[in-house]
């Protein structure tokens, strides 16, 4: 059984350009949900999606934003990058029947924005 | 005031000692209580599950919940250097399919040999 996978691991970005990341969720979950640690807190959610649609949204604007694929692969995408958006972005799959199984977090990608 | 509030350390113990963490919480529509485990440069993993106010226990690890004072705490007993992580604590209002978690700063734990 694999587990959540995610790219890159690491990458630095400039203020004001786009970043998109992505994540390949366990094998036969079809809920993933994206959540953003910045250094020294919890992760905070961002969204998440069931069936290619977005199912629930924290607090977060607009230029985060995402996708589903058919194999329920996912996509973060940021727009207009800000200093404060550099932080470690978790993807987190589940199956889809309840809380008690809990998420498979993957390891990350640690987004540096200069 | 954070929804949930958790002491971020750092702790650290001997090896064999006694770990007590703790998180507490504002919202009484929080149901579900979770702590995760994260090793530095991983993502969290699920450690314990508690639906409710209650106890549970699985293995060297105790989960316990008080809905009424909005508290929760893990404790490790035997604690061992391979329990060095940030303890995240984490909670939800939803137990279906489209559950969110609220977590805790974390707590990070360090034993030592």
């Known amino acids: 059984e694999t587990g959540v996978t995610q790219s890159p691991t690491h990458l630095i970005k400039t203020r004001g350009q786009q970043v998109t990341l992505r994540c390949s969720s366990q094998s036969g979950h079809n809920t993933v949900s994206w959540y953003q640690q910045a250094l020294g807190q919890g992760p905070q959610f961002i969204f998440q999606y069931y069936r290619e649609e977005e199912n629930g949204r924290g607090n977060f604007p607009p230029r985060f934003s995402g996708l589903q694929f058919p194999n329920y692969s996912s996509e973060l995408n940021v727009n207009a990058l800000e200093l404060d958006d550099s932080a470690l972005y978790l993807c987190a799959s589940s199956s889809g029947q309840g809380i008690g199984r809990g998420y498979t977090f993957g390891s990350g990608t640690r987004l540096t924005v200069v | 005031q954070k929804e949930v509030e958790q002491d971020p350390g750092p702790l650290s113990v001997p090896e064999g000692a006694i770990v007590s963490l703790n998180c507490t919480y504002s919202n009484s529509a929080f149901q579900y209580f979770m702590w995760y485990r994260q090793y530095s440069r991983k993502g969290p993993e699920l450690l314990m599950y508690?639906?409710?106010?209650g106890n549970k226990e699985d293995g060297r690890f105790t989960a316990q919940v008080d809905k009424s004072s909005k508290y929760i705490s893990l404790f490790i007993r035997d604690s061992q250097p391979s329990d060095s992580a940030t303890y995240l604590c984490a909670m939800s209002d939803s137990g279906g399919s489209n559950y969110k978690l609220t977590f805790g700063k974390g707590t990070l734990l360090t034993v030592n040999p």
């Open positions: 508690t639906y409710s106010s």
